[in-house]
């Protein structure tokens, strides 16, 4: 693939020429041009332009349009960027639709798809349908560093502001409200950045409190992957090791926390998302969950997934419309380092914890975490891992295998504590491996895990008391395969033991799922039986049914037999990230225990604010009336600035960018990465002020697009793109428009002959202060040339002819966007 960021590429040249082309021919009356004619020139011409999908960028095509207004593409080329979006049968068909070396509108018609030359941008067009789309596992994207992205601003930082108001409303109670604001923070001086986080809590119990959440300085280095961190930190831990949060200082090589390297063969459970997505929960084959991530880098442990459930499946989906998808029964959840490769973390520090309000740092306990991991060959990464905290020690290794059956993890651990003595603790757990072309499509995991009862991490220094783990032994097999196209089934077994009789149980549980007839709903049935030994038995059954009766409306409802538990959720989504997106949901809940809940809300995504607005009654008896009430709004903003630059906008998340409109286009209304086929942008800019984007994904490639209303004729916008490959928390200044937008026509005469000067190329060199690439022209058969982005000022034509002949011209301060120069003479 082509680099699609370079400064001087084919394409802004190759566009300004077709734009010049269409000017010259109108003006000069040499035929009569239509205004839909994509190409007035007589003949077929070879331009290089950016490839779209949707709002995707897949790169630069060498597109070819006919004299007779056919759009073409290279085949080969063509069909390898869309490798990845497309099937591997409609890529079939596509190449076999002729036996040409291109690929016409007509060909992509034949199999289904939609391919267009946009005149407006100059940009060729896919439209893909959902049903010939490839759907592909979340990974890391290819990283390329070294692309000619724009650099961020040396100086930038935000503060995000969060107000939140609650009222707790009862029948026999006052009414009890509480107000919550959170405030986070950055400053970023080069790689380097401070965050601070602090919120402030109103409510009858607990006064007035401010609380000062944490403070710390990081230094990325994005090449290695690693970040330094030096403050108040949480340490995740790994494996069996614990979490918690310290105060001191921390090296990590992590490239899921830094993906700039797509090191790892196999998908590990995370992924990244350009931008702020809907996400639907399938478990068991039926939707049963609607959540909006923000745009950034995810863990599955981030997704909050109902216990118990392991056929589980994320979709995601963007404003575009794109869809991804994650389908997971992973027992093990890391993946392999390419060989060669490693990760590690070390952190050094003391504890800390929330006390009456504020922090309190433990500066008499010692606290040291580290492991490594190791990619040994491609197929296998050892790990060692250790933790202490003063005199409880805790250590462990392990092995991650893949063959032909599938993936192994072995793990093993041990701990001291200096009053419980020692204990172990170790996991076994296997994914296995098919063949994709497998109808069937099965799933098979295993996990078993065992703890000693006084096994025990760095967060139980304080424990004294034994068993620490109640459970000993704890086994889960699932597997699951299609048995139709439209009928697929699952079951999961668990065993469980330990020190008391009720941790001692067996389970099965099997599952059906499906789609509902014809329609587009899906629906899943699951039984279950857990035998225990000290007490009666359980059996109970359950049954999901999703409706999406739109792309934006869906509906699920649920009975379970266990607590004879029924409910209704309807979601609405639509323009999710975007300025004027909203969501909403209302639910309806009963069970044996409460009459009733009812629950709704709607989120709200404006232009510079995020708002919020839920509420929640509960009724515990309908014959008592015994309601309970709460209600809730937020209003979150943020106030960010790029080296001089300074503006209100959306909460900032990983990244951001102040953008600002030249004052050529003050009054122009500009949409921001604009989604294609609607009215949604992620911002507006609509006035004079500068406005925010808040949600760039750091350490990701990104080309931010923008549509200017009622662009003035013949004003040049350059590449209409932005190309990003932000740092964590850096900002960006972004500058619409210029003041090089003029374009100048004019006709060459040989002052010696007094014929004009035909079919030559030459160049426009600007000879003020400013920094200007010298523009390319050529005139045609009649001497008539066209000049595009030209700012005021003077400027040598020079003719590219064995006598170099040349003139200057000027173009004053006060002209119009067009500067007819007249007959120009040169000796």
């Not at 173009?811 to 000796?827: F, H, K, Q, T």
Request: glycine content about 8%; proline content about 4%.
């Amino acid at each position: 693939m082509m680099d699609m960021n370079a400064k001087k590429s084919p394409f802004l040249f190759h566009t300004r020429l077709i734009v010049l082309v269409a000017l010259i021919y109108v003006i000069g009356n040499i035929s009569v041009v239509q205004a839909a004619k994509i190409n007035p020139t007589g003949r077929d011409i070879e331009l290089t332009t950016l490839l779209r999908v949707s709002d995707s960028v897949l790169g630069e095509a060498s597109v070819t349009i006919t004299a007779d207004d056919e759009v073409l593409l290279p085949k080969e080329s063509t069909l390898e960027l869309l490798t990845s979006l497309l099937s591997e049968e409609t890529i079939d068909d596509l190449r076999n639709t002729n036996n040409s070396s291109v690929l016409s509108q007509q060909d992509f018609q034949a199999v289904g798809l939609d391919m267009r030359f946009d005149s407006s941008s100059f940009e060729c067009i896919i439209s893909i349908p959902a049903d010939l789309a490839f759907t592909q596992q979340i990974r890391f994207a290819n990283q390329n560093p070294n692309r000619n992205h724009l650099e961020p601003k040396f100086f930038s930082g935000y503060m995000n502001l969060t107000l939140s108001a609650n009222e707790t409303r009862a029948d026999e109670t006052e009414t009890q409200n509480n107000y919550y604001h959170r405030l986070e923070s950055a400053l970023s001086v080069g790689p380097a950045n401070i965050e601070y986080e602090a919120s402030y809590d109103s409510s009858a119990e607990s006064n007035e409190q401010y609380v000062r959440e944490g403070t710390r300085l990081n230094l990325d280095f994005p090449s290695q992957g690693t970040r330094l961190v030096l403050g108040d930190m949480y340490n995740s831990g790994k494996l069996f090791q614990d979490g918690t949060d310290i105060l001191g200082v921390g090296l990590t090589r992590d490239f899921t926390l830094i993906p700039t390297r797509n090191v790892r063969p196999k998908a590990a459970q995370s992924f990244t998302l350009q931008r702020t997505s809907s996400v639907d929960v399938v478990i068991d084959g039926a939707v049963v969950q609607r959540l909006t991530l923000s745009a950034g880098s995810y863990n599955l442990s981030d997704i909050p997934l109902a216990q118990g459930n392991n056929d589980v499946e994320l979709i995601i989906t963007d404003s575009a419309g794109r869809e991804e998808r994650i389908r997971f029964s992973i027992a093990t959840g890391n993946g392999l380092l390419a060989q060669g490769e490693f990760e590690y973390s070390v952190m050094a520090g003391v504890p800390s914890e929330l006390r009456d309000g504020e922090i309190k740092y433990l500066s008499e306990e010692q606290i040291l975490h580290g492991y490594l991991d190791v990619g040994v060959t491609p197929s296998l990464t050892l790990g060692v891992d250790a933790q202490s905290r003063e005199e409880l020690y805790q250590y462990g290794a392990s092995i991650l295998h893949a063959s032909s059956l599938g993936v192994t993890e072995l793990v093993a651990s041990q701990s001291h504590h200096p009053e419980l003595k020692g204990g172990d603790a170790y996991r076994l757990s296997f994914d296995a491996e098919f063949d994709e072309s497998n109808d069937l499509k099965p799933q098979l995991s295993f996990i078993y895990e065992y703890q000693s009862e006084d096994f025990v991490g760095i967060s139980s220094f304080d424990t004294t008391d034994s068993p620490i783990n109640t459970t000993q032994h704890y086994a889960s097999l699932f597997s699951s395969i299609a048995i139709t196209q439209r009928l697929r089934t699952a079951l999961t077994t668990t065993y469980s033991s330990g020190v008391e009789e009720s941790n001692n149980y067996w389970s099965v549980s099997p599952s059906l799922s499906g789609p509902l007839f014809g329609t587009p709903a899906t629906w899943s049935t699951r039984l279950n039986y857990r035998d225990y030994q000290d007490t009666e038995n359980e059996f109970s059954a359950s049954f999901t049914i999703s409706w999406p009766f739109s792309r934006e409306l869906r509906a699920v409802g649920q009975y379970s037999s266990q607590n004879q538990q029924g409910s209704l959720d309807m979601t609405y989504r639509d323009g999710i990230g975007s300025t004027g997106g909203v969501s909403a949901y209302a639910s309806l809940e009963t069970n044996k225990e409460t009459d009733g809940n009812f629950n709704a809300g709607v989120n709200y995504t404006g232009n510079r604010f995020e708002t919020l607005a839920d509420h929640t009654t509960r009724v515990e008896n309908f014959d008592d009336s015994n309601l309970t009430h709460n209600t809730r709004v937020e209003v979150s903003s943020s106030i960010a600035f790029a080296g001089s630059a300074i503006t209100i906008g959306r909460p900032v998340k990983e990244a951001f960018a102040v953008i600002e409109k030249h004052p050529s286009l003050a009054e122009n209304r500009v949409a921001v990465d604009p989604t294609l086929n609607s009215d949604y942008a992620r911002v507006f800019s609509e006035s004079s002020y500068d406005v925010l984007l808040p949600d760039l994904v750091a350490y990701n490639s990104q080309l931010i697009g923008y549509d200017v209303e009622d662009l003035p004729p013949g004003y040049d916008l350059g590449d209409g793109a932005f190309s990003l490959y932000p740092g964590y928390n850096r900002g960006y200044r972004l500058v619409i428009g210029s003041d090089a937008v003029l374009t100048a026509m004019g006709k060459i005469y040989d002052r010696k002959s007094g014929d004009p000067i035909t079919l030559v190329a030459g160049k426009a060199i600007y000879l003020g202060d400013k920094d200007q690439e010298p523009v390319e022209f050529f005139t045609n058969r009649q001497g008539l040339f066209a000049l595009s982005g030209l700012r005021p000022g003077d400027y040598k034509l020079e003719l590219d002819n064995k006598e170099k002949q040349s003139v200057t011209v000027n173009l004053p301060e006060d002209s119009n966007v067009l500067v007819m120069l007249g007959d120009l003479y040169v000796d």
